[in-house]
């Protein structure tokens, strides 16, 4: 696995899924799993956050990038530390196309999160076209610049970031470990050019229909550090399996 001081992470996105019952049956899967070399975060819908009660670590699947105020459905990053949240997805492309989210406003939110001590995990990824037409470079870097410019390189050593290809989110296809390897070589080359130290060191995941057939070759990469799950991470026996996985 990895022969740096990264360790491995593995991020359950629920998104708009989940009740009850699944709350209890993926803290009796954890609990009666022995993943000592890796980290495991479940970011469910805002309702169960507090039925996790401290049993895992718990991420947020967004917030706002105001304080508070008149922001009808939003939520705070001072609600969820009551609710010991540790880590928060932020722009993740769901929420850039569904919501009009721009770099800009990400940028905003990742600030956010930082000014309270959550960890963001930042989601940079493309659409198929882009990826098709040669310039998916340069749209990461985009991505990565808005919140470089809003934050500095000195902040990315409290963060965690999320490659997550557009064409892969939901839809079966996943990018193969070389193109995933690829990729996430370039996000780390590109913060190199203004930290080594923290290009070297942030945790990297990947996310795209990753599964328990292709995780530990995904994982096995020099520079993806785990996953940020989605569909997958539904079904405690499949995300336990990816979890076993990254903790090698």
Known sequence: MQTNNRRQLVAGNWKMNGDKTLVKQMQQSLAEASLDNMDVVICPPFPYLELFANTVKLGSQNISQFDSGAHTGEV?????????????????????????????????????????????????????????????????????????????????????????????????????????QEVHAFIRGYLAKQDTNIAANIVILYGGSVKGSNAQELFSQADVDGGLIGGASLNPEDFLSICQAANQ
């Not at 997805?89 to 990400?106: C, F, L, M």
């Not at 001590?117 to 985009?142: K, Q």
């Open 76 to 180: 705070s990053v001072a609600m969820l530390k009551e609710f010991n949240c540790h880590y928060v997805i932020v722009g993740h492309s769901e929420r850039r196309a569904d919501n009009n989210e721009s770099d800009a406003v990400v940028a905003l939110k990742v600030e956010q999160g930082l000014k309270a001590n959550l960890t963001p995990i930042l989601c940079v990824g493309e659409p198929e076209d882009v990826r098709e037409n040669g310039t998916l470079f340069d749209y990461i870097a985009a991505q990565l610049d808005a919140v470089l410019q809003q934050v500095g390189i000195q902040q990315f050593a409290k963060m965690v970031l999320a490659y997550e290809p557009i064409w892969a989110i939901g839809t079966g296809k996943t990018a193969s470990p070389t193109q995933a």
